[in-house]
């Protein structure tokens, strides 16, 4: 399933740049987390759910870099960026090699399933 974006076709050509540059910088610094770390985790102080996906991924020895975006008192415009480029509505988001696999339950549910095991393998040289 393809996920419905509104495209450039449909947006005033006076808006497209501002809605482009739209706190780019906090979707640049995802991207470039996701492209030199295996595991990122996303998420934003006073939220205890990325402590619990952080605790967890810890629990199973697997390395992650964090990056926390203010908390509910502040960068609430901030993280929105990251939400409507990643289209997943709520922190933490976790990447397993750059793939968005959801929150702190789709991790534990990976986990449950044993699937996280084989995301996480160390992958074999080509």
């Known amino acids: 399933m393809t996920r419905t974006i509104l495209d450039d076709a449909h947006l005033h050509p006076a808006i497209r740049e501002r809605i482009a540059k739209n706190h780019a910088d906090i979707v640049a610094e995802v991207q470039s987390a996701l492209a030199a770390n295996r595991v990122v985790v996303v998420g934003m102080r006073g939220n205890p759910f990325p402590k619990k996906a952080r605790r967890m991924l810890a629990e199973k020895g697997t390395q992650h870099t ?31 090699d750059g793939v968005l696999i959801g929150g702190y339950s789709d991790l534990e549910r990976l986990v449950e399933t044993g699937e996280f095991t084989t995301l996480v393998a160390p992958r074999l040289p080509a």
Do not use: N
């Open 66 to 96: 964090y990056l926390e975006y203010g908390s509910y008192f502040s960068q609430w415009r901030r993280r929105t960026a990251l939400k409507m480029w990643s289209g997943w509505p709520t922190f933490p988001m976790i990447f397993i």
